[in-house]
Nanobody
Framework: VQLQASGGGLVQAGGSLRLSCAAS????????MGWYRQAPGKQRELVAS???????NYADSVKGRYAISRDDAKKTVDLRMNSLEPEDSGVYYC??????????????WGQGTLVTVSS
């Protein structure tokens, strides 16, 4: 199982970016999916998550600006980021709780995509 993240880049404050993460490999399904952010010198933190039933959860700092969505047919999770601020800069990682053929679930991480918001 692999997660491939894409969509990061450089954007001015107030701008928007869309991150996408695609899962590949052989597995039975995906439970929760999420996006985390790690700023320089800081710990990785949860930005947004979505359950297999579509229930979403957001960090307080991004509520109203970010939107997470998933497409189970395409095995993807997207993060739409609006009204970006310099404090949103960091490496964004996607993760997914994948149900393997054994029936057990395991968490996988994407490789990270850099988001830089200039002031």
């Amino acid at each position: 199982v692999q997660l491939q993240a894409s969509g990061g880049g450089l954007v001015q404050a107030g701008g928007s970016l869309r991150l996408s993460c695609a899962a590949s490999g052989t597995f039975l399904g995906i439970n929760d999916m999420g996006w985390y952010r790690q700023a320089p010198g800081k710990q990785r933190e949860l930005v947004a998550s979505i359950t297999k039933h579509g229930r979403t959860n957001y960090a307080d700092s991004v509520k109203g600006r970010y939107a997470i969505s998933r497409d189970d047919a395409k095995k993807t999770v997207d993060l739409r980021m609006n009204s970006l601020e310099p404090e949103d800069s960091g490496v964004y990682y996607c993760n997914a709780d994948v149900v393997l053929r054994s029936g057990f679930a395991r968490t996988y991480w994407g490789q990270g995509t850099l988001v830089t918001v200039s002031s």
